[in-house]
Protein backbone atom coordinates (compact mmCIF):
# COMPACT_ATOMS: atom_id res chain seq x y z
CA UNK A 1 0.00 0.00 0.00
CA UNK A 2 1.47 3.58 -0.74
CA UNK A 3 1.49 6.33 1.37
CA UNK A 4 2.44 9.78 0.80
CA UNK A 5 3.16 12.60 3.12
CA UNK A 6 2.84 16.30 2.68
CA UNK A 7 5.66 18.76 4.38
CA UNK A 8 6.14 22.49 3.59
CA UNK A 9 5.56 25.51 5.48
CA UNK A 10 1.99 26.59 6.63
CA UNK A 11 2.09 30.43 6.47
CA UNK A 12 3.18 32.48 3.47
CA UNK A 13 2.91 36.19 2.75
CA UNK A 14 1.13 37.71 -0.52
CA UNK A 15 4.05 36.87 -3.60
CA UNK A 16 6.33 34.57 -2.00
CA UNK A 17 6.84 30.99 -3.42
CA UNK A 18 4.90 27.92 -2.21
CA UNK A 19 6.97 24.92 -1.95
CA UNK A 20 5.90 21.84 -0.61
CA UNK A 21 7.32 18.12 -0.55
CA UNK A 22 5.76 14.79 -0.61
CA UNK A 23 7.45 11.60 0.56
CA UNK A 24 6.42 8.42 -0.84
CA UNK A 25 6.67 5.09 1.11
CA UNK A 26 5.37 1.62 -0.06
CA UNK A 27 6.07 2.59 -3.50
CA UNK A 28 8.73 4.60 -6.18
CA UNK A 29 8.51 7.76 -7.86
CA UNK A 30 10.55 6.11 -10.39
CA UNK A 31 8.00 3.01 -11.59
CA UNK A 32 7.31 2.77 -14.74
CA UNK A 33 3.94 2.63 -13.89
CA UNK A 34 2.71 5.53 -12.21
CA UNK A 35 2.01 9.00 -11.65
CA UNK A 36 1.71 11.63 -8.73
CA UNK A 37 -0.24 14.57 -8.73
CA UNK A 38 -0.85 17.66 -6.26
CA UNK A 39 -4.44 18.97 -5.65
CA UNK A 40 -5.78 21.47 -3.22
CA UNK A 41 -8.90 22.37 -1.63
CA UNK A 42 -10.03 25.86 -0.05
CA UNK A 43 -11.27 25.97 3.32
CA UNK A 44 -15.09 25.18 2.56
CA UNK A 45 -14.63 23.97 -1.07
CA UNK A 46 -13.74 21.29 -3.54
CA UNK A 47 -11.33 20.03 -5.17
CA UNK A 48 -8.96 21.16 -7.81
CA UNK A 49 -6.13 19.41 -9.37
CA UNK A 50 -2.76 21.39 -9.81
CA UNK A 51 -0.30 18.99 -11.82
CA UNK A 52 1.05 15.80 -12.41
CA UNK A 53 4.35 14.77 -12.85
CA UNK A 54 4.87 10.93 -14.58
CA UNK A 55 7.65 8.90 -13.80
CA UNK A 56 9.65 9.79 -16.45
CA UNK A 57 9.57 13.68 -15.37
CA UNK A 58 6.88 14.90 -17.66
CA UNK A 59 4.90 17.07 -16.41
CA UNK A 60 1.22 18.26 -16.97
CA UNK A 61 -0.44 21.24 -15.38
CA UNK A 62 -3.20 23.14 -14.70
CA UNK A 63 -3.95 25.88 -17.68
CA UNK A 64 -5.73 28.12 -14.82
CA UNK A 65 -3.39 28.67 -13.12
CA UNK A 66 -1.39 30.34 -15.53
CA UNK A 67 2.53 29.01 -15.18
CA UNK A 68 2.82 29.98 -11.65
CA UNK A 69 3.42 25.68 -10.98
CA UNK A 70 6.34 23.93 -11.00
CA UNK A 71 6.39 20.10 -10.03
CA UNK A 72 9.98 17.95 -9.69
CA UNK A 73 10.53 14.68 -8.38
CA UNK A 74 13.71 13.63 -6.67
CA UNK A 75 13.64 9.81 -7.01
CA UNK A 76 16.13 8.83 -4.83
CA UNK A 77 14.63 10.21 -1.99
CA UNK A 78 11.05 8.85 -3.34
CA UNK A 79 10.02 12.54 -3.01
CA UNK A 80 8.28 14.77 -5.39
CA UNK A 81 7.58 18.32 -4.90
CA UNK A 82 5.72 21.29 -5.64
CA UNK A 83 5.85 25.30 -6.38
CA UNK A 84 3.81 27.37 -6.56
CA UNK A 85 4.41 31.37 -6.98
CA UNK A 86 3.22 34.39 -6.82
CA UNK A 87 0.59 33.21 -4.10
CA UNK A 88 -2.16 35.32 -3.09
CA UNK A 89 -5.12 34.44 -0.45
CA UNK A 90 -6.69 33.12 -2.87
CA UNK A 91 -4.39 30.33 -2.88
CA UNK A 92 -5.29 29.75 0.34
CA UNK A 93 -5.66 25.62 0.30
CA UNK A 94 -5.42 22.20 2.12
CA UNK A 95 -2.83 20.92 -0.65
CA UNK A 96 -2.98 17.10 -0.82
CA UNK A 97 -0.18 15.08 -2.53
CA UNK A 98 -1.62 11.68 -4.47
CA UNK A 99 -0.50 8.96 -6.31
CA UNK A 100 -2.05 7.59 -10.01
CA UNK A 101 -0.77 4.45 -10.56
CA UNK A 102 -3.11 5.46 -14.41
CA UNK A 103 -3.14 9.06 -14.84
CA UNK A 104 -6.91 9.22 -15.07
CA UNK A 105 -7.83 8.96 -11.33
CA UNK A 106 -6.01 9.69 -7.99
CA UNK A 107 -5.75 6.42 -5.88
CA UNK A 108 -3.70 7.05 -2.49
CA UNK A 109 -3.96 10.62 -0.72
CA UNK A 110 -1.81 11.73 1.43
CA UNK A 111 -3.31 13.94 4.33
CA UNK A 112 -3.07 17.10 3.64
CA UNK A 113 -1.00 20.08 4.35
CA UNK A 114 -2.85 23.47 5.23
CA UNK A 115 -1.07 26.17 3.36
CA UNK A 116 -2.15 29.69 4.67
CA UNK A 117 -1.46 32.79 2.68
CA UNK A 118 -1.55 36.28 4.75
CA UNK A 119 0.17 39.59 5.32
CA UNK B 1 -11.71 24.47 -18.46
CA UNK B 2 -14.57 24.87 -16.43
CA UNK B 3 -15.37 22.91 -13.15
CA UNK B 4 -18.12 20.26 -13.72
CA UNK B 5 -21.51 20.76 -11.66
CA UNK B 6 -22.84 18.82 -9.14
CA UNK B 7 -25.87 19.26 -6.88
CA UNK B 8 -24.37 20.96 -3.76
CA UNK B 9 -26.73 18.64 -1.95
CA UNK B 10 -28.56 15.20 -1.84
CA UNK B 11 -30.01 12.90 0.84
CA UNK B 12 -31.84 9.82 1.83
CA UNK B 13 -32.82 7.73 4.59
CA UNK B 14 -30.86 4.99 5.83
CA UNK B 15 -31.37 1.45 3.31
CA UNK B 16 -32.65 3.93 0.43
CA UNK B 17 -30.98 4.97 -3.00
CA UNK B 18 -29.77 7.70 -4.10
CA UNK B 19 -28.24 9.04 -7.30
CA UNK B 20 -25.26 12.35 -7.52
CA UNK B 21 -25.11 13.55 -11.05
CA UNK B 22 -22.11 15.11 -12.44
CA UNK B 23 -22.77 16.98 -15.92
CA UNK B 24 -19.97 18.10 -18.24
CA UNK B 25 -19.44 18.07 -21.76
CA UNK B 26 -19.24 16.58 -24.63
CA UNK B 27 -15.15 17.28 -24.60
CA UNK B 28 -15.21 15.80 -21.08
CA UNK B 29 -17.83 13.14 -19.66
CA UNK B 30 -18.96 12.99 -23.29
CA UNK B 31 -16.33 11.86 -24.74
CA UNK B 32 -13.38 9.84 -21.90
CA UNK B 33 -14.61 7.08 -20.13
CA UNK B 34 -12.32 8.25 -17.28
CA UNK B 35 -14.23 9.55 -14.67
CA UNK B 36 -13.74 8.88 -11.13
CA UNK B 37 -15.85 9.54 -8.16
CA UNK B 38 -14.04 10.54 -4.19
CA UNK B 39 -15.91 10.21 -0.78
CA UNK B 40 -14.53 12.88 1.64
CA UNK B 41 -15.36 12.56 5.27
CA UNK B 42 -15.12 15.62 7.56
CA UNK B 43 -11.91 16.59 8.37
CA UNK B 44 -9.75 13.58 6.03
CA UNK B 45 -8.59 13.06 2.83
CA UNK B 46 -10.73 12.14 -0.01
CA UNK B 47 -10.77 8.65 -1.02
CA UNK B 48 -11.03 6.85 -4.54
CA UNK B 49 -14.97 5.12 -4.85
CA UNK B 50 -15.21 4.47 -8.61
CA UNK B 51 -12.64 5.46 -11.86
CA UNK B 52 -13.01 4.85 -15.63
CA UNK B 53 -16.96 5.06 -14.92
CA UNK B 54 -18.39 2.34 -13.18
CA UNK B 55 -14.72 0.47 -12.21
CA UNK B 56 -14.70 -0.42 -7.83
CA UNK B 57 -10.74 -0.24 -6.56
CA UNK B 58 -10.76 -3.06 -4.03
CA UNK B 59 -12.37 -2.90 -0.50
CA UNK B 60 -14.53 -0.20 -1.82
CA UNK B 61 -18.54 -1.94 -1.14
CA UNK B 62 -20.32 -2.98 -4.02
CA UNK B 63 -23.16 -0.35 -3.05
CA UNK B 64 -21.44 2.22 -4.68
CA UNK B 65 -21.99 2.19 -8.42
CA UNK B 66 -21.25 4.71 -11.36
CA UNK B 67 -22.52 5.09 -14.74
CA UNK B 68 -22.33 7.53 -17.70
CA UNK B 69 -24.78 8.87 -20.44
CA UNK B 70 -23.99 11.46 -22.56
CA UNK B 71 -22.08 14.40 -20.69
CA UNK B 72 -23.47 13.08 -17.48
CA UNK B 73 -22.41 10.82 -15.11
CA UNK B 74 -24.06 9.09 -11.93
CA UNK B 75 -23.07 7.95 -8.63
CA UNK B 76 -25.16 5.93 -6.95
CA UNK B 77 -24.93 4.87 -3.54
CA UNK B 78 -27.62 1.96 -2.62
CA UNK B 79 -28.68 0.49 0.67
CA UNK B 80 -27.49 4.05 2.40
CA UNK B 81 -25.48 3.80 5.65
CA UNK B 82 -24.88 6.34 8.20
CA UNK B 83 -21.53 6.31 7.09
CA UNK B 84 -22.30 7.12 3.76
CA UNK B 85 -22.57 10.46 4.89
CA UNK B 86 -19.80 12.57 3.33
CA UNK B 87 -18.71 15.32 0.37
CA UNK B 88 -19.07 12.98 -2.76
CA UNK B 89 -16.59 14.71 -6.01
CA UNK B 90 -16.55 13.62 -9.42
CA UNK B 91 -13.25 13.76 -11.67
CA UNK B 92 -13.20 13.51 -15.55
CA UNK B 93 -10.04 13.57 -17.58
CA UNK B 94 -11.12 16.53 -20.14
CA UNK B 95 -8.16 16.15 -22.67
CA UNK B 96 -5.08 17.58 -23.12
CA UNK B 97 -3.93 16.00 -19.89
CA UNK B 98 -6.19 18.15 -18.16
CA UNK B 99 -7.97 16.80 -14.90
CA UNK B 100 -11.06 18.55 -14.06
CA UNK B 101 -13.37 18.15 -10.47
CA UNK B 102 -16.91 18.55 -10.02
CA UNK B 103 -17.65 21.50 -7.00
CA UNK B 104 -19.06 18.02 -4.88
CA UNK B 105 -22.00 16.76 -3.83
CA UNK B 106 -22.51 17.02 0.62
CA UNK B 107 -24.84 13.61 1.34
CA UNK B 108 -26.94 13.44 4.27
CA UNK B 109 -28.25 10.54 5.99
CA UNK B 110 -31.92 11.25 7.20
Known amino acids: QVQLQESGPGLLKPSETLSLNCTVS??????????WGWIRQPPGKGLEWIAT???????YNNPSLRGRVTISSDTSRSQFSLKLSSVTAADTAVYYC???????????WGQGSLVTVSS | QSALTQPPSASGSPGQSVTISCTGA?????????VSWYQQHPGEAPKLLIY???KRPSGVPDRFSGSKSGNTASLTVSGLQAEDEADYYC??????????FGGGTKLTVL
Open chain 2, 26 to 34: SSDIGYWKY
Open chain 2, 91 to 100: NSYAGNNNLV
Open chain 1, 53 to 59: ISHGGAT
Open chain 1, 26 to 35: GGSTSSSQSY
Open chain 2, 52 to 54: EVS
Open chain 1, 98 to 108: AAQPQYFHFTY
